[in-house]
């Protein structure tokens, strides 16, 4: 059974940059054609996209964020990262990694991390 | 950006009700639409997929209609584990984008 697993700091500086990491287990990152994301939820508040890369290394970024953000993935630790720079209160979410599963009319967030909560605060 | 709407943002239901909610497109998205369910403090779950596809797993109850700008989720017998946040979402696009959430909540 796949397995996807955040990790980073809980705490991140405004104007720094926060970093998190997925780490998946039961799969591999780059068998398939799979596409791995990330997205965020506020407190309160609805989801949101914030990237994706594909299986083979493409990358897709939401344009609200796109200038701060960065998404690669590291296959010989069977993981993919995050890096959002110039943080504000604004980017306090619960950040969830995600796997898609694509099929002919789309695709959809099938398995998904337990989420980690990041708060940007000084 | 494609906006996602959805309505009713909130519903009190009883166990064993029909419940409807409906999510329009702000462009036609054929059949690229999901729909998640999320507890609270917990990871959303797709039940339906491609506007009508039932996820393995997801109890025959839930059903989605629709496609274009257009869709329902329905639920035909509230059961007590179905209290939860549902949220749809648009594939079709990038960037893929989310309903604003219908929580549903015990009458």
């Known amino acids: 059974q796949l397995q996807l697993q955040e990790s980073g700091p809980g705490l991140v500086k405004p104007s720094e940059t926060l970093s998190l990491t997925c780490t998946i287990s039961g799969g591999s990152i780059n068998s398939g054609s799979y596409f791995w994301a990330w997205l965020r939820q506020p407190p309160g508040m609805g989801l949101e996209w914030v990237a994706t890369i594909s299986y083979t290394g493409i990358t897709y970024y939401n344009p609200s964020l796109e200038s701060r953000l960065t998404i690669s993935a590291d296959t010989s630790q069977n993981q993919f990262s995050l890096r959002l720079s110039s943080v504000t209160a604004a980017d306090t979410a619960v950040y969830f990694c995600a796997r898609l599963t694509t099929h002919g009319s789309g695709s959809h967030y099938h398995y998904w991390g337990q989420g980690t909560l990041v708060t940007v605060s000084s | ?107």
């Open chain 2, 1 to 107: 950006d494609i906006q996602m709407t959805q309505s009713p943002s909130s519903l009190s239901a009883s166990i064993g009700d029909r419940v409807i909610i409906t999510c329009r497109a702000s462009q036609s998205i054929s059949s690229c639409l999901n729909w998640y369910q999320q507890k609270p403090g917990k990871v959303p779950k797709v039940v339906i997929y491609s506007a009508s596809s039932l996820q393995s797993g997801i109890p025959s109850r839930f059903s989605g209609s629709g496609s274009g700008t257009d869709f329902t989720l329905t639920i035909s017998s509230l059961q007590p584990e179905d209290f939860a946040t549902y949220s749809c979402q648009q594939s079709c696009s990038v960037p893929h984008t989310f309903g604003q959430g219908t929580k549903l909540e015990i009458k």
